[in-house]
């Protein structure tokens, strides 16, 4: 048996590719390029896709935990790789051991990786952040935050077994339309810019690299790329509104495993929240909320077929779910089902979930193959 005969996610790792090259295109010459393999790189294959990204001239890959970062290296990956999130101190020989860059988020954390980097004889290199408005990570620095922010980062960049390669921010809105987002991301952008000019006047210090543009600010804010960019999204093909011509990289592939043929006032599935109106001819297909089909979508989207368009009917279960296929007769087992690729698109279906496309993607599970492409 084929691991594909049930279902699977395509990945074009030729569409990915050139989905890198566009963004290049996109941003200054001699601009950094951080490929977001977080998260198994959005579901893709955190390490097909880094493979790729390092043969094609990436400068440096962003996880999100030590555990992702070790993954990478125990697969041959190379490029410079930062984690976004939290480590705990003890794990410094490890980062030091793996050549792996730590996010610092405040003045208590640089001193205790310091003192960890200390006693295994090593130095540790770290980005510093910066909370300029997201609300989560990082040093304090807005308002009356800044001149105590400014002294802590002094601080931590001069502690013991320290390099502070970089400095970084990221944006809240910056993928958001209007003014009061605008406005909101530019003062982002002039806190950060600020902070830095602070730091580096009051201490001497330089950050040999500065970076604030997540995938939004690169389309949106190009003043914002500094020394590297950060995309994540636009890697995958979504969230460019068509500017930069990506192609999504990732479909969702199932199959039509049985059909049945009821007659009207059936109830399909759990909860009975749909029942037949007329003679139906219903559909099984082998994909459900265990493989990552969200249950919130139920009874609310429709999967695409070579005939066309079939509405998934009732509730969706653990391992599978229903659809109409009375209005396609050339549907038949075996039949290849798309629930989000090439011809049905995953901004529709996240909307209809009440989501973003980053967690459809996300939400793929692990139990579901990886086919690469391309």
Request: net charge negative; glycine share 10%; with cysteine.
């Amino acid at each position: 048996m084929k691991l594909q005969e049930r279902t699977w996610a395509e990945i074009s790792l030729g569409a990915i590719e050139h989905n890198y090259r566009a963004i290049r295109a996109a941003i200054p010459s001699g601009t950094k390029f951080l490929g977001v393999v977080k998260a198994d790189a959005y579901g893709h294959g955190a390490i097909e896709v880094s493979r790729l990204l390092e043969r094609v001239g990436a400068d440096y890959l962003a996880v999100s935990c030590l555990a992702e970062a070790i993954e990478l290296r125990e697969s041959g990956i190379k490029l410079p790789i930062l984690i976004l999130g939290h480590t705990p101190a003890d794990n410094v020989p490890l980062l030091c051991r793996y050549g792996i860059t730590q996010t610092v988020t405040c003045e208590a954390k640089a001193k205790e990786f310091s003192d960890e980097a200390k006693k295994c004889g090593d130095t540790l290199k770290v980005h510093i952040a910066l909370d300029t408005g997201m609300s989560r990570l990082g040093f304090l620095c807005g308002g009356k935050h800044f001149t105590d922010g400014v002294r802590n980062i002094i601080s931590a960049v001069n502690l013991p077994n320290i390099d502070a390669e970089g400095v970084f921010t990221h944006f809240a809105l910056s993928d958001e339309p209007g003014e009061e987002a605008k406005a909101y991301t530019e003062n982002q952008f002039r806190l950060f810019c600020d902070v830095i000019s602070a730091v580096e006047r009051e201490s001497g210090f330089r950050f040999r690299i500065k970076h604030a543009a997540n995938s939004g600010a690169v389309l949106s804010y190009p003043e914002t790329a500094l020394d590297m960019v950060r995309p994540g999204l636009l890697l995958y093909g979504y969230g460019d509104g068509g500017r930069l011509g990506l192609k999504s990289a990732m479909s969702l592939i199932t199959t039509v495993s049985t059909i049945k043929h009821y007659d009207a006032g059936v109830s399909v599935s759990y909860g009975g929240i749909f029942k037949t109106e007329r003679h139906t001819r219903m559909g099984v297909i082998p994909i459900g909320y265990a493989d990552g089909l969200l249950r919130s979508l139920s009874n609310n989207f429709s999967v695409y077929t070579d005939d066309g368009f079939a509405p998934q009917r009732g509730r969706i279960c653990m391992d599978m779910c229903m659809v109409d296929l009375t209005e396609l007769p050339g549907v038949n087992l075996d039949s290849r089902v798309e629930i989000f690729g090439e011809n049905a698109d995953l901004e529709e279906l996240s909307r209809r979930a009440g989501t973003i496309p980053y967690e459809l993607m996300c939400s793929v599970s692990k139990r579901v193959p990886r086919v690469y492409v391309g």
